[in-house]
């Protein structure tokens, strides 16, 4: 792991890690068991939820939502930039949410299976550090009001700000909003991937879901070969990039991996951290593999 701590340090990051085979007792980690900024890694459970009340019934994700233009909740993509109104299905919203990280999408579908249904959820997975207390608009609000302005989700507006000022932010406190630990959410991915986190179509559609995220540049940028198989969620704030997801092998190896950083300056655009993320859950996963 030296390798991973000795690049994050290069890029300038801090780094949390966990990765554990699916099917098997491998593990490994860095600050597994510590607290980390979810960011939008959080539109996990909520999707799970939103799953398990369709498979028992709860709700049908074939339902047509109409979305009229003008949402509150911010967002630099999807719904936020759209100026006419749009009619799609709860299923679809999903995609949107895990697809493109979407923030309308996500407040929505929030607003229909209930915060409190996905913490009764998570506690039943046993993941005790996992929350969710928020949606998008409301985290977002807070930075805006921790800021003295308001925030509308474009990190370019705070990259010149001072990281100490950064720091001050409720959003960036995983004890005062969203939080998990890397162990807890590569569990929640196992489970998922096993068919044990709720009924086994639900898990299916979490996993197909997980599988249409379009962004190439972190998890994915450590596993280039065409027969490796990445489905994962990222997670983005201020000084924050994150990425979760499941790594399937040709040979059936299935590995669950979380890597959370924390950047020393709030630059936005940054690629090379970016793809940390994929070469430090490449590394963790090559070491499983070979032990």
Not at 213 to 222: I, K
Request: proline content about 8%.
């Amino acid at each position: 792991m030296r390798e991973i701590l000795a690049r994050a340090e290069e890029v300038g990051v801090q780094v949390w890690l966990h990765a554990e085979e699916v099917d098997g007792p491998g593990r490994i980690g860095i600050g597994e068991s510590e607290p980390v900024v979810t960011a939008s890694v959080f539109k996990v459970p909520v999707a799970l939820e939103l799953a398990r009340q369709a498979a028992e019934g709860e709700l049908d994700l074939a339902e047509p939502v109409t979305v009229p233009p003008g949402h509150p909740t911010p967002s630099p993509y999807g719904l936020a930039t759209f100026q006419h109104e749009v009619t799609m299905s709860w299923a679809d919203l999903a995609v949107l949410m895990i697809g493109i990280s979407d923030n309308v999408a996500t407040d929505l579908i929030l607003a229909k299976v209930g915060i409190p249904k996905v913490a009764a959820l998570l506690e039943t997975l046993d993941l005790p550090n996992t929350v969710v207390t928020s949606d998008c608009a409301d985290l977002l609000a807070t930075i805006g009001e921790d800021l003295g302005e308001p925030y509308l989700d474009d990190e370019l507006l705070l990259a010149k700000l001072p990281v100490e000022r950064l720091l001050e932010l409720r959003a960036l406190d995983p004890k005062q909003n969203r939080g998990t630990t890397p162990e807890e959410i590569t569990k929640l991915l196992s489970l998922i991937w096993r068919d044990e986190a709720a009924p086994p179509r639900a898990c299916a559609d979490v996993r197909r879901w997980l599988g249409l995220q379009v962004w190439p540049h972190r998890l994915r940028s450590g596993f280039p070969d065409d027969a490796i198989k990445t489905s994962g969620k990222t997670g983005t704030l201020p000084l924050v990039r994150n990425e979760v997801g499941v790594v399937e092998y040709p040979d059936g190896g299935r590995y669950a991996v979380g890597v959370f950083t924390r950047a020393v300056d709030a630059r936005a655009r940054v690629p090379e951290r970016d793809a940390f993320i994929g070469f430090a859950a490449a590394h963790a996963v090559g070491l499983l593999r070979s032990a």
